[in-house]
């Protein structure tokens, strides 16, 4: 069976950097995970989401810094807003909130990674495949 | 030299598109001198007979506005596109999809419900729906099939141009006609309106202070907005920032938030998400290190209907196009 698709927008600075840690660990973390590493959690707009979404990922998982930690200073409180709206307006749209996450790991946080990469896998899992007309 | 070929038609739309064309007042007289209208349903009796009797490309540019919703409306489109020399999507409706769009929260089958059974005002004690074929001593009465999605023009025929608004204002509609007559038309796909966006040719945007944040939201209805003011900077939610300028600030100078029908401007793909990131972004950015979590929902919590907000005009144009039915 084909596991459904997961597009995670990881943070350069930290939590691409635990995805790394998890990696070099060799922690076990599921291989639908697909990662795409971008500078800030800041920069992950809602556009781009929705076409992750549209072009077949079944869940689409934004990692970025612990609040207060962000590179940019504040790129982590925007994405924490922009995607709480979006889970609303997708959730009125029929698209369940769960598959939409956003959430924080820091540099060193491997096994925080791994954990939260295994929860979507899972959550997935249980939710199937996102079929749009 | 005969005069070029030109027809209206109109869809899913609610008349205001007719009226643009007649509030281009004696300026229509000009266009009515310059070509000949060969077919125009509200205001002219031709039928669909004239239009299938003429040659392929005979009518030189079929103005079409309304979203696709029936079958019928996809037959006369389909007839008017093999018709036309250019076909050009006239209005929101056909444009995005526009106001009936929003029917795209609901399927047929919800929509007949609604209308023919639950809506208090219905009495309709057999319960009975619309059929696309129903016998009667006489014969079968057939209807053209309702859709369960809402469609723009172009995701049903190949459409040349567009001509945004909620409806088309005059001046622009003038310039179309006016590019066409001339041959002077951009490249094919163009929206005939700016690039810019609205809040690049409001009169508020000068005042706008350089960071915006948004405190509290307030709905229109909630207070009078001060004319001198972005409406951002009041809590109210405008889609300026994300949706093309030519409008002439419509709603703007009649102090009301711009609602999107313009459509985004040319890089964007999705305009409600577009509209949706614009706004999350400068939502409490003055307080954000110091609000928790739950602060800042409680303050997004504020928008009660986000997607028919952000997507008010745009939902059948959407990356989803359409809710997602259980
Ligand atoms: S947000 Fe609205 S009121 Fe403010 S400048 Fe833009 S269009 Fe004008
Ligand atoms: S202000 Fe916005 S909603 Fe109003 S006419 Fe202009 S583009 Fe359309
Ligand atoms: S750099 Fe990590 S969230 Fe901004």
């Known amino acids: 069976m084909n596991e459904p698709t997961i597009v995670s927008f990881l943070c350069n600075w930290c939590s691409y950097e635990g995805a790394d840690k998890a990696g070099g660990a060799r922690l076990n973390y599921p291989a639908n995970i697909r990662i795409v590493r971008v500078m800030c959690s800041g920069r992950v707009d ?34 924490l ?49 996102l079929e749009l007309s | 030299m005969a005069k070029p070929k030109v027809a209206f038609y109109w869809n899913a739309s609610c008349g205001g598109c007719e009226e643009a064309v007649i509030d281009l007042n004696e ?20 039928k669909k007979k004239d239009v299938e009797a003429m040659g392929d490309g005979e009518i030189a540019v079929s103005f ?13 489109v389909k007839l008017l596109r093999k018709k036309s020399g250019l ?28 209308v023919y059974k639950t809506v208090p005002s219905t009495a309709n004690p057999n319960g009975i729906v619309p059929q696309q074929k129903t016998n009667v001593p006489e014969g079968e009465l057939t ?17 040349d141009y567009y001509l945004p608004g909620c409806a088309p204002p005059p001046d622009l509609i003038m310039n179309a006609v006016t590019a066409i007559l001339e041959g002077k038309l951009p490249e094919k796909g163009a929206v005939l ?61 009649a102090n009301m938030p711009c609602r999107g029908c313009f459509g985004p401007t040319k890089e964007v793909i999705d305009q409600g998400a577009k509209g949706l990131s614009a706004i999350a972004s400068i939502l409490g950015v003055e307080d954000e290190e110091k609000m928790t979590e ?12 986000p997607a028919g907000l952000f997507y008010m005009y745009s939902l059948p144009s959407s990356l989803l196009k359409r809710k997602r039915m259980a």
């Open chain 2, 87 to 114: 076909i050009v999507a006239f209005g929101s409706c056909s444009h995005l999809g526009g106001i009936p769009g929003l029917a795209n929260f609901w399927d047929r089958e919800t929509i007949f419900t609604r």
């Open chain 2, 27 to 46: 300026d229509i007289l000009k266009v009515v001198e310059a070509v000949d209208i060969v077919f125009w349903p509200v205001a002219l009796d031709f």
């Open chain 2, 64 to 76: 079409i506005n309304g979203a696709i919703r029936t079958e019928e409306q996809e037959e006369m």
């Open chain 2, 143 to 159: 209807l053209p099939e309702f859709y369960d999605t809402v469609k723009t023009l172009d995701q049903t025929i190949d459409v």
């Open chain 1, 81 to 129: 807003r922009r995607a709480y709206l979006l889970k609303k307006t997708l959730k009125q749209l029929g698209i369940e909130e769960e598959r939409v996450r956003l959430d924080w790991v820091a540099a060193g946080e491997g096994e925080r990674f791994a954990e939260i990469a295994n929860e979507m896998a899972e959550t997935m899992k249980n939710l199937g495949p």
């Open chain 1, 46 to 79: 809602p556009e781009l989401v929705i076409q992750a979404l549209k072009e077949g990922a079944s869940g689409v998982l934004i990692l970025g810094c612990h609040p207060g930690d962000c590179h940019y200073k504040k790129g982590n409180y925007k994405a």
């Open chain 2, 193 to 253: 309106a700016p690039e810019k966006s609205l809040c690049d040719t409001c009169p508020r945007g000068e005042k706008k202070p350089e960071k915006l944040s948004i405190k509290e939201i307030k709905r229109p209805y909630e207070i009078i907005p001060d004319p001198e003011k972005c409406f951002l900077e009041e809590g109210i939610i405008c889609l300026g920032p994300v949706t093309r300028s030519g409008c002439g600030e419509r709603c703007i100078n």
């Open chain 2, 294 to 305: 739950e602060d800042t929902k409680k303050l997004i919590d504020q928008i009660v209907d």
